[in-house]
């Protein structure tokens, strides 16, 4: 039993090493022919722990023997492996939203922060993603303070074209 345990804890020592060092430790495992990227040492560590605290478990539960709980241990290790392997492939495909973009303020809503002269840059307080964001701005009148204005355009990444809003 000492022989499961001590696999049980050893394949929780490696999972815990595979968290913490994130990425190092998974070079080990290159280099291996086709199973480059269906052996990961998260699912490795997850077979072994399995193996070892399943075996323990059979093996002080019932008077079935060591061979039975070696086969029992290597079942649910293969089950506790695969559920890794197919949990950590899940979280690798998935996608997140687009990060928005300087175009995306295009036709939003904004005030004047600082005043923007005719033939100058001022600044306005707008909305991204409904974050508020402070960007330069330009204008072809001048706004004072406080004017409500509508993006016209995306200069660059940090500054706007912007008209005042008709009432």
């Known amino acids: 039993m000492e022989w499961f345990l001590g696999l049980g804890i050893a394949g929780l020592v490696v999972l815990a090493l595979a968290l913490v060092f994130d990425g190092i430790l998974d070079g080990l495992l290159d280099g291996l022919g086709g199973l480059d990227g269906v052996l990961s040492l998260p699912a490795i560590a997850g077979f072994v722990s399995m193996l070892g605290f399943a075996g323990a478990i059979t093996l002080g539960t019932t008077g079935l023997g060591t061979a039975f709980a070696v086969g029992v241990g290597v079942a649910a290790g293969g089950l506790a492996g695969w559920l890794t392997w197919r949990f950590s492939q899940a979280l690798m495909r998935g996608r997140t939203a687009v990060a928005p973009r300087g175009d995306d303020l295009i036709g939003g809503s904004g005030t004047v922060v ?6 100058g840059y001022g600044e306005v307080l707008a909305y991204l993603a409904g974050q508020p964001v402070k960007l330069a701005a330009r204008s072809t009148v001048p706004l004072p303070r406080g004017t ?3 993006v016209e355009s ?3 990444a940090t500054s706007v074209a912007v008209r005042p809003v008709d009432h």
């Open 148 to 150: 409500r204005v509508w």
């Open 114 to 119: 600082t005043a923007i002269p005719a033939d």
């Open 154 to 156: 995306a200069l660059s």
